[in-house]
Structures are given as structure tokens and as C-alpha cells.
């Protein structure tokens, strides 16, 4: 199985996907009031989701980065991930939004000013409205930001063609833009850490299963980076120089003085081996270790990056039964719809309900097959005791489908009607997220 971002494939089984790739599942219980996304398990995923937790325990500083290719309108797919952002963002969290003009103009055609134009227009607006704050929050264009593009070229030396055509499954007649795009987007995950920009910090990335490609691209390239290597070893843990650096006992010298200062008593320093043993070390003495070596490469005048986190989040269905599309408007819902057409493609959506009144009353139905439920459970019913009224009474058969769509159609009716207004408000406020560099 491969993942591809670019193409139009609808995943379903995220059971295998996680075996087959290592995603992990994702505990919510210490999250202060998850959302709705989070609690009804439409984030399925996680890697390297630990740095966050921590980051919150101990209130130290993270962020939560995303994208957004400037191509179709904003659809209710888009929204997932935006509301990921301003959940996070509630926990603190600093904000970083790529324009991917580029991405754009490489894989789909948009030129730099249309990009521009509809990154404003639409996403901006629209993020604005649904509630994103301006406080430490900045959204910027990959096309004007040197330090993303520079980090994309510098990191393009650590991956080599072979390796791109086996992630992403690139063919010979793939333009270079295309080719370089995910450098890009690694340019823009990890350039938050730049110094410039706060330093290192855990960095979560909430993103469709398709990304997954790119996470995995980063974290290797953020890692290939990296001084030393902290792994568990027979008796404890070892700090290891990578293979690249020169100058090994310096390096060794400096870890011995970290792990000094966090208690260790038992260390061992084999210099042929490029490694200090922590021997009163455990395995979960890792991450501070770890942590420590990345504040100390960032103080050497390294990157020192934390290897970037993400959440995976289930694709909507669209609302015809195949994947959700902006080239294909019958599949979505546009935050910018008008709310006649809206209802219309709502009262036409594929439900789980019977063939007939008689056999869903005496049967039931099945709300697990619904597009109707699943539009109430992403997006337009917050409260979970109601959603499960819901669920139940289909399921028992008191709940027939007409009625149903019309709950759903007037919720639908209600967030396009906010949305319209707290657009206007929004096109006032562009140029506090949006920044100039
Ligand atoms: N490739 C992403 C998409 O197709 C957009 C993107 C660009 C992005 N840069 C990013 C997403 C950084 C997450 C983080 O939606
Ligand atoms: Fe779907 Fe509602 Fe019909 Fe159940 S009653 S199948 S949830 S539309």
C-alpha cells in the first residue's frame, strides 16, 4: 500500500493503515476539554505525540503548524484541521499557517497572484470566522518566506531521488517542482524552530492520513540533522555522536556535563565507540535526556529540532458516497455555499436508513453508513448526548431519515448564516494573522 498526497483515493481502512505505516493511537485523557474531532475519534492517530503532552504538563512552549494549498474553495474537509489548530491554539499554542503558494503553482497549476487571491478571500476568511485569534498566531506565504525555502534546499541534500520516487511514487515525467514540493512543506514544518522564530520547540501537525508521507519525510529529515542519537541499551542508555560529526570527545564532553547537571551518576565515555553510557539511566529517562542534547545543540549554534509531531484525522466521506472533492462540488459542502444549494446536496445525501418507512421502523438503521450522521458528527452537532439521541434512536427505528435531514439541513442552514456574517467581520482583520516578510 502506498500513500500518495496528490491523488484522489479514499482511505477506509485506518486500522491497516496504521499497522502498515506505525501510526499510533492516540490518547486523549489528559487533554484539557478535547474538542469534538478528539473525543469522537475522528483523529485516529498520532506520532510523536508524547512531546506534546509533555510540552502542556510542564507549560512549555509549542506550536501547531499547517497548510494550505490555495487551489479550490474551502470545503468542509478543510475545516477539520483548522478547528485541530484553534483547539490548540486554546492550550496555548503558537500558530503557524503556510500559504502553499508553491505547492500550488507546482502540483495544481495556480499561479502566485490567483493563489494569493484565494488564500485570502476563502481560507483566511474563513479561519478567521471560525474562530482562529490573531495572538501569536501568523500565516504567511511559502513563496515569500526565505527561511522555509532555504531549509527545503539545505534538506534536500539528506534525501535523494530514489528515496522520493519510493515514498510519493514519482515517474519520470514528474515536473521538478512537484518533485521539490515536499521539501518545501519540510521547510515550513520545521522552520518554526528556527531561532528566528522561537528556537527548538514540539511542534504538532494535524493532518489528513495523505500528509503522512510528508510527516514521515520531516521527522527523518529533522532527525539527519541531529548531533547525537539517545538510545536504550543493554545496561541503560547510551548517547551517541552521529556518524557525520568530527569532533567526538568535545561532543561526548559536553553531553557528560548535561548528563551531570540532570542527576546521572554512572557514566561511561568510550570515545572509538562515539558513546557515553548513562548506566543509572532508564528508558524513561529519554526524552529528558533527549531534550537537554537539543537544547545543548541549539546553544553549539545547531538546529537542534525537535522531530515534529502529528495527528491523523479521518477523511469525511463526500456527501455522494466517493471521496470529498472541490472539483467535484456535488461531494461537498463550501463554507462560502449558498444555503439552498447546500440543503440540496444535504437532502440528497446516501444514508443508512431502509429501503422502505416499514423496514427502517422494524429495523432500524444504521447511522454507521450515514453521510447524514457523519456531517452531524464532524461537524454541526457539538453536544455528545445529543449526537448519541441521535445514533439510538435511528438504530431503534423511532428516527426515520426525512426528519433526520432535516435536523441536519437546519443546522447546515445556521453555520452557513453565521459563517456569512462573521465573514465580514473576519475581511476587517486580515492583516492581523497575515504577515508580510
Ligand atoms: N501539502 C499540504 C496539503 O496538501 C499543505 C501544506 C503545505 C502543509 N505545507 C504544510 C500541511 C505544512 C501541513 C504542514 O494540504
Ligand atoms: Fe442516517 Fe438519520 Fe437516516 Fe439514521 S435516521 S440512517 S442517522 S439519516
Known amino acids: 500500500m502506498k500513500i500518495d498526497p496528490w491523488a484522489a483515493t479514499q482511505y477506509s481502512d485506518y486500522t491497516k493503515l496504521k499497522q502498515e505505516f506505525g501510526i499510533e493511537d492516540i490518547d486523549i485523557s489528559s487533554l484539557p476539554n478535547p474538542n469534538k474531532l478528539l473525543r469522537r475519534g475522528v483523529v485516529f492517530g498520532q506520532r510523536g505525540f508524547s512531546s506534546i503532552l ?19 474553495p474551502m470545503h468542509i474537509g478543510h475545516k477539520l484541521v483548522i478547528d485541530q489548530v484553534i483547539y490548540f491554539q486554546s492550550l496555548g499554542a503558537e500558530v503557524f499557517i503556510a500559504v502553499a503558494d508553491i505547492e500550488a503553482y507546482a502540483v495544481r497549476n495556480i499561479n502566485f497572484k490567483l493563489g494569493e487571491k484565494i488564500a485570502i478571500d476563502d481560507y483566511i476568511v474563513n ?7 490573531n495572538e501569536n498566531c501568523q500565516i504567511y506565504f511559502q513563496s515569500k518566506r526565505k527561511e522555509v525555502k532555504d531549509l527545503g534546499i539545505e534538506l534536500a541534500r539528506k534525501t535523494n531521488l530514489s528515496e522520493m520516487k519510493a515514498i510519493y511514487g514519482f515517474a519520470d515525467d514528474t515536473n521538478i517542482g512537484h518533485l521539490f514540493s515536499p521539501l518545501i512543506q519540510v521547510g515550513d514544518i520545521l522552520h518554526v524552530q528556527l531561532e528566528k522564530f522561537g528556537g527548538p520547540k514540539p511542534t504538532i501537525v ?9 510527516i514521515r519525510l520531516t521527522r527523518e529529515l529533522a532527525f539527519s540533522t541531529r548531533l547525537y542519537n539517545v538510545l536504550e ?17 568535545k561532543l561526548l564532553n559536553k553531553a557528560e556535563e548535561k548528563a551531570l547537571s540532570l542527576g546521572f551518576k554512572n557514566l561511561k565515555k568510550i570515545p572509538t565507540y562515539r ?17 537537554e542534547l537539543i537544547n545543548l545543540e541549539f546553544e553549539l549554534g545547531y538546529y537542534g529540532f525537535y522531530l515534529p509531531s502529528a495527528t491523523y484525522n479521518r477523511f469525511m466521506t463526500g456527501l455522494t458516497g466517493d471521496k ?7 461531494t461537498c459542502i463550501f463554507l462560502n455555499e449558498k444555503t439552498e444549494t447546500a440543503i440540496k446536496k444535504v437532502k440528497g445525501c446516501k444514508t443508512g436508513g431502509g429501503t422502505s418507512i416499514e423496514e427502517q421502523r422494524k429495523y432500524g438503521g444504521k447511522p454507521e453508513q450515514c453521510i447524514v450522521f457523519e456531517l452531524l458528527l464532524y461537524h454541526f452537532i457539538e453536544d455528545d448526548n445529543e449526537l448519541e439521541e441521535i445514533f439510538k434512536e435511528c438504530k431503534n427505528g423511532d428516527l426515520l431519515c426525512g426528519r433526520c435531514k432535516e435536523i441536519a439541513c437546519d443546522r447546515v442552514k445556521n453555520f452557513l448564516n453565521e459563517m456569512n456574517e462573521k465573514r465580514e467581520i473576519a475581511k476587517e482583520k486580515i492583516n492581523e494573522y497575515v504577515v508580510e516578510d
Open 54 to 72: 509533555d510540552a502542556l504538563k510542564k507549560k512549555k512552549k509549542f506550536a501547531i503548524m499547517t497548510g494550505l494549498v490555495p487551489s479550490g
Open 127 to 133: 479561519y478567521i470566522a471560525l474562530g482562529l485569534k
Open 206 to 214: 494535524p493532518v489528513g492520513v495523505d500528509q503522512d508521507p510528508h
Open 233 to 249: 541499551t543493554k545496561d541503560g542508555i547510551g548517547i551517541f555522536v552521529k556518524g557525520e560529526e568530527e569532533d567526538v570527545e
Open 275 to 291: 558513546a557515553l553510557y548513562i548506566t543509572d539511566g532508564k528508558k524513561e529517562d529519554i526524552k529528558n535526556i533527549d531534550e
Open 324 to 330: 470529498m472533492s472541490s472539483s467535484k462540488p456535488e
